[in-house]
């Protein structure tokens, strides 16, 4: 028996097409429906979309800030107590570190510091770890001293600015 082309499918095959055309015509209609909605939203010419174009043109370069008002950033390592005994022997009233130390003469060309309370506020950090660090040279002589000297100008630090550091 030989099968043509213009035998009869059977009822399931037929069944089995108008479900797969069905389907195609869902599809192309669900995905006409997402693209024509945005677009015509976009197309709405209203004087309030001039607005809110200004507003996009607005926003700040650190578009999340605002969410650092509710979960403050928190700076897990900080050696500006190292950069004090490098740059300033931890003589703390050497600088001021409530100024904008990228104007200072001696910290502005600094790349080793990156950290003063402007750039601190500015920046939304709500806290911060300093780090009470020494170099691998003190190991077997003098490693105790200058940790404590490190703990030591942090303590300082933290009293010489309590209104915004705490211990």
């Not at 040279?137 to 703990?151: G, S």
Request: contains cysteine; neutral net charge; hydrophobic residues 35%.
């Amino acid at each position: 028996k030989i099968l043509t082309s213009t035998s009869p499918l059977s009822p399931t095959a037929l069944s089995n097409r108008k479900v797969l055309v069905g389907g195609a015509i869902v599809l192309v209609a669900v995905v006409a429906v997402a693209i024509a909605v945005p677009l015509s939203i976009n197309s709405s010419g209203s004087d309030d979309d001039d607005q809110d174009t200004n507003k996009a043109n607005d926003v700040s370069p650190f578009f999340g800030r605002t969410i650092l008002d509710e979960v403050p950033l928190i700076d897990g390592h900080n050696d500006l107590p190292w950069n004090l005994y490098s740059n300033e022997r931890n003589r703390i009233n050497n600088f001021n570190l409530d100024s904008d130390l990228k104007k200072d003469p001696r910290w502005g060309p600094s790349t080793s510091s990156h950290t003063d309370i402007p750039r601190l506020l500015e920046g939304k950090v709500g806290a911060q770890f300093w780090v009470a660090y020494v170099g691998c040279n003190t190991q077997y002589k003098d490693a105790v001293e200058r940790t404590l000297e490190q703990i030591d100008v942090i303590k300082r630090m933290v009293a010489k600015y309590p209104k915004y550091m705490k211990y």
